[in-house]
């Protein structure tokens, strides 16, 4: 697990927009965390980072937004209206997991069975304007967030926490990455 935190909208964005650049076609990032907790704003700077120019809003009610104009399509959904998995899968949304784009999906709990096994899934809490990140993913992504997070948040501590996290015996993995 990789946990860090971002003290303002903007670093938020720019980890998004750092994180994007080694995405790949197919490639399904999971946002969990409350209203307000900075989901849409972390997108943002994924599609920036894929090079896309549109205005990135919530697609509360469209449940998912498309954007193209970037190195890759950008599939943004928000699943918050949906009753469960059952709804996502009738409305034949798990398509999109098999286009080559990128998916990034606000509220994903709400569907968690129905994500790949790669996907990154990201939990973010906090309040005011700081926001603590714990990200859960693969080893194909892990090198990635740890780098885009080291580069937009150069200032916080970045932490890379070996699994499984609630082994005390394991807290010697804990390492800080030198920023
Ligand atoms: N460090 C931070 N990172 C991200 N957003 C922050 C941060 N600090 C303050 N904010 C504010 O928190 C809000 C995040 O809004 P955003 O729409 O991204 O949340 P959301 O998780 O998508 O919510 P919803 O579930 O309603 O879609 C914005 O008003 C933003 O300015
Ligand atoms: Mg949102």
Redesign the pocket.
């Known amino acids: 697990m990789i946990r860090f935190k971002?003290?303002?909208?903007e670093?938020?964005e720019e980890f998004g927009y750092e994180l994007a650049k080694s995405l790949i076609g197919g490639d399904v990032i999971a946002l969990t965390?409350?209203?307000?907790?900075?989901?849409?704003?972390?997108t943002r700077g994924i599609a920036r980072g894929l090079g896309s120019t549109s205005h990135v809003s919530?697609p509360?009610f469209t449940i998912v937004n498309e954007y193209e104009g970037g190195r890759l399509m950008l599939f943004h959904f928000?699943t918050?209206r949906l009753s469960g998995p059952d709804d996502f899968l009738m409305s034949g949304l798990d398509e999109y997991f098999y286009r080559d784009g990128v998916c990034v999906i606000?509220?994903s709990d709400i569907i968690e069975e129905l994500l790949p096994q790669d996907t990154i899934r990201m939990t973010?809490t906090g309040d005011?304007?700081?926001?603590t990140f714990e990200c859960e993913c693969g080893e194909k992504h892990s090198s990635y967030i740890l780098e885009a997070a080291k580069k937009s948040c150069a200032e916080n501590e970045v932490e890379s926490i070996s699994e499984p996290a609630a082994d005390i015996n394991n807290t010697d993995k804990k390492a800080k990455i030198d920023t």
């Open positions: 971002t003290t303002s909208p670093q938020t965390g409350d209203l307000g907790a900075g989901k849409t704003c972390l919530s509360t928000d918050y606000e509220w973010i005011g304007n700081i926001r």
